[in-house]
C-alpha cells in the first residue's frame, strides 16, 4: 500500500516511528521495505539464517589503503587481501565488513563517485582493476561473508582526503553539502543527497557478490551548530500544521535516508542485507541524530543493529555491561537481528581509564557474556589491525579460544 500523506497533527506522536511517517514529513510516496522483504523472503530465509552466529572483522580503509605502497597494483592489492582475509578466517572470524566508501569515493567502480585516494594516492584516478570485485572473490574462495561499509555522508575531515576530484559529487554541487570546523558532509535534509546516497547503495548490491551493507555511526556532524539553519527554515517555511523542532527535523532527515536504503538494498538484491553499526553509548547517539530506537524497534529501517559497545566490563564512565543491557532493553522489531561490537583496538592499551592495560582476558569475558545473551546474534570486532597487534596479542589470543 502506498501513503501518500499523513496529517501534520499526527506526527507530534508518531515522529520518526515509521518509515511511512517520516516519508509523509515530505509528502513523499514510499514502498515500505517489510512488502519486498516479504515477497524475498523464501529467496533469503537461508542467507539470514546464516547470519545468527557472526563473527565479524571490520577492515577499514586505512588497512585497505595502497596510497603509501610503492607497488599499487591489482596484484599487491590482491596479495594483500588474501593475506587479510586468510588471518581472519584462521582466527576464527567468519565475516569481513571491508569500507568501501570512506570519503564520498568508491573503492570499485561506481557511477556516482570517483575511485577514493587510497588506491593510488589521487582521488579519481582509475587503479586499473576493481577493488571490491577482488575482495568478493577472495571471499568467496575462503568461504567467507563481506558486507560492503560505507561512510553515507562524509566527504572530508580533518582535511582527508586533501584533494577531491572534480567528479567528486561535492565539487560538483557545493549546495548540496554542510561544512563545520571539522569535516565536510552531504546535506541530510537534501533529497538530491538521499537520492545519491540510495542509488549508490543499490548499485553495490546490485553489481557485486556482497552479502550485505552497514552504514556507520556518521551521521550528522556531532560539531553542527547552525551550518543548516536555512535548510531548516525552508522546511519550516512550506510546513502546514505542526512544525518539528530542529531536533527531530534532523532525526527525520536521517531516517528517512535510512529507510530508503534499507528498501535499496532489498529492491535489488535476493540475499543481502541491510545494517548500521551506531555508536555504543546512547546519549552519543543523540548528539548525532542517530534515531537507534526506532532502527531497533520499528520495521523499515534495517535487518540489523551492532552497537559499537567498546568499552572495558570495568571502564568507570560506562561499562560494557550496562552498555549491553541498555541495548538489550530495546525490543527487535521483526527478523532485525542485534550484533554487539567488540573493541580490539584497545586492548593492552591505557583507554578507558587503565582498564584495559593490565588484563588480558576482556575480549574473552565480553564474548562469553554476549555467547549467554538470547537477545544477541553475534560480534564484530574493531578491526583487522588489532588482530597482528602485540599489544592486544593476549587478548585476542584469549578471544580466540571461544571461536
Same mark, same amino acid.
Given at each position: 500500500?502506498?501513503?501518500?500523506?499523513?496529517?501534520?497533527?499526527?506526527?507530534?506522536?508518531?515522529?520518526?516511528?515509521?518509515?511511512?511517517?517520516?516519508?509523509?514529513?515530505?509528502?513523499?510516496? @514510499?514502498?515500505?521495505?517489510?512488502?519486498?522483504?516479504?515477497?524475498?523472503?523464501?529467496?533469503?530465509?537461508?542467507?539470514?539464517?546464516?547470519?545468527?552466529?557472526?563473527?565479524?572483522?571490520?577492515?577499514?580503509?586505512?588497512?585497505?589503503?595502497?596510497?603509501?605502497?610503492?607497488?599499487?597494483?591489482?596484484?599487491?592489492?590482491?596479495?594483500?587481501?588474501?593475506?587479510?582475509?586468510?588471518?581472519?578466517?584462521?582466527?576464527?572470524?567468519?565475516? +569481513?565488513?571491508?569500507?568501501?566508501?570512506?570519503?564520498?569515493?568508491?573503492?570499485?567502480?561506481?557511477?556516482?563517485?570517483?575511485?577514493?585516494?587510497?588506491?593510488?594516492?589521487?582521488?579519481?584516478?582509475?587503479?586499473?582493476?576493481?577493488?571490491?570485485?577482488?575482495?568478493?572473490?577472495?571471499?568467496?574462495?575462503?568461504?567467507?561473508?563481506?558486507?560492503?561499509?560505507?561512510?553515507?555522508?562524509?566527504?572530508?575531515?580533518? $582535511?582527508?582526503?586533501?584533494?577531491?576530484?572534480?567528479?567528486?559529487?561535492?565539487?560538483?554541487?557545493?549546495?548540496?553539502?554542510?561544512?563545520?570546523?571539522?569535516?565536510?558532509?552531504?546535506?541530510?535534509?537534501?533529497?538530491?543527497?538521499?537520492?545519491?546516497?540510495?542509488?549508490?547503495?543499490?548499485?553495490?548490491?546490485? $553489481?557485486?557478490?556482497?552479502?550485505?551493507?552497514?552504514?556507520?555511526?556518521? @551521521?550528522?556532524?556531532?560539531?553542527?551548530?547552525?551550518?543548516?539553519?536555512?535548510?531548516?527554515?525552508?522546511?519550516?517555511?512550506?510546513?502546514?500544521?505542526?512544525?518539528?523542532?530542529?531536533?527531530?527535523?534532523?532525526?527525520?532527515?536521517?531516517? +528517512?535516508?535510512?529507510?530508503?536504503?534499507?528498501?535499496?538494498?532489498?529492491?535489488?538484491?535476493?540475499?543481502?542485507? @541491510?545494517?548500521?553499526?551506531?555508536?555504543?553509548?546512547?546519549?552519543?547517539?543523540?548528539?548525532?541524530?542517530?534515531?537507534?530506537?526506532?532502527?531497533?524497534?520499528?520495521?523499515?529501517?534495517?535487518?540489523?543493529?551492532?552497537?559499537?559497545?567498546?568499552?572495558?566490563?570495568?571502564?568507570?564512565?560506562?561499562?560494557?555491561?550496562?552498555?549491553?543491557?541498555?541495548?538489550?532493553?530495546?525490543?527487535?522489531?521483526?527478523?532485525?537481528?542485534?550484533?554487539?561490537?567488540?573493541?580490539?583496538?584497545?586492548?593492552?592499551?591505557?583507554?578507558?581509564?587503565?582498564?584495559?592495560?593490565?588484563?588480558?582476558?576482556?575480549?574473552?569475558?565480553?564474548?562469553?557474556?554476549?555467547?549467554? $545473551?538470547?537477545?544477541?546474534?553475534? @560480534?564484530?570486532?574493531?578491526?583487522?589491525?588489532?588482530?597482528?597487534?602485540?599489544?592486544?596479542?593476549?587478548?585476542?589470543? $584469549?578471544?580466540?579460544?571461544?571461536?
Amino acid at each position: 500500500m502506498m501513503i501518500k500523506r499523513l496529517f501534520p497533527a499526527i506526527f507530534s506522536a508518531v515522529l520518526l516511528v515509521s518509515a511511512f511517517a517520516v516519508c509523509a514529513l515530505y509528502g513523499q510516496d @514510499f514502498q515500505p521495505v517489510t512488502q519486498t522483504m516479504n515477497e524475498q523472503s523464501a529467496d533469503s530465509a537461508d542467507a539470514k539464517a546464516a547470519d545468527t552466529d557472526m563473527k565479524g572483522v571490520w577492515v577499514t580503509y586505512m588497512e585497505l589503503s595502497m596510497e603509501h605502497e610503492e607497488d599499487k597494483s591489482e596484484k599487491a592489492f590482491t596479495n594483500k587481501f588474501e593475506t587479510i582475509a586468510e588471518n581472519c578466517k584462521n582466527a576464527g572470524f567468519n565475516t +569481513l565488513i571491508v569500507q568501501v566508501r570512506p570519503f564520498c569515493d568508491a573503492l570499485y567502480k561506481s557511477a556516482y563517485f570517483p575511485y577514493s585516494h587510497i588506491l593510488t594516492g589521487t582521488q579519481g584516478k582509475d587503479p586499473g582493476y576493481d577493488p571490491l570485485k577482488t575482495m568478493c572473490g577472495i571471499c568467496r574462495g575462503k568461504g567467507l561473508k563481506i558486507h560492503a561499509w560505507v561512510n553515507p555522508y562524509r566527504v572530508t575531515y580533518n $582535511n582527508v582526503p586533501e584533494k577531491l576530484s572534480e567528479n567528486n559529487p561535492y565539487s560538483a554541487d557545493k549546495n548540496t553539502a554542510i561544512e563545520t570546523d571539522t569535516t565536510t558532509v552531504l546535506d541530510p535534509s537534501s533529497e538530491k543527497t538521499r537520492k545519491l546516497i540510495s542509488d549508490g547503495v543499490a548499485e553495490i548490491v546490485k $553489481n557485486y557478490d556482497v552479502d550485505g551493507v552497514q552504514f556507520d555511526d556518521y @551521521f550528522y556532524p556531532v560539531d553542527i551548530e547552525s551550518q543548516d539553519i536555512a535548510q531548516y527554515n525552508a522546511y519550516r517555511g512550506k510546513a502546514k500544521g505542526e512544525v518539528m523542532t530542529l531536533e527531530d527535523w534532523r532525526k527525520a532527515n536521517v531516517n +528517512l535516508l535510512i529507510a530508503e536504503c534499507c528498501a535499496a538494498v532489498h529492491r535489488n538484491s535476493k540475499k543481502a542485507v @541491510f545494517g548500521i553499526s551506531p555508536q555504543g553509548n546512547l546519549e552519543n547517539n543523540a548528539e548525532l541524530y542517530a534515531d537507534v530506537k526506532s532502527w531497533c524497534e520499528v520495521s523499515g529501517y534495517c535487518d540489523y543493529i551492532c552497537p559499537q559497545i567498546y568499552f572495558s566490563l570495568e571502564n568507570p564512565a560506562l561499562g560494557f555491561e550496562e552498555a549491553l543491557g541498555e541495548w538489550c532493553g530495546m525490543e527487535l522489531c521483526g527478523n532485525v537481528k542485534m550484533y554487539a561490537g567488540l573493541a580490539g583496538y584497545k586492548a593492552g592499551t591505557d583507554d578507558d581509564e587503565g582498564t584495559w592495560e593490565y588484563s588480558d582476558d576482556i575480549l574473552y569475558k565480553e564474548y562469553n557474556i554476549l555467547k549467554k $545473551n538470547n537477545k544477541i546474534s553475534g @560480534f564484530m570486532l574493531y578491526s583487522y589491525s588489532s588482530l597482528l597487534s602485540d599489544e592486544a596479542k593476549k587478548e585476542i589470543d $584469549n578471544l580466540k579460544k571461544l571461536m
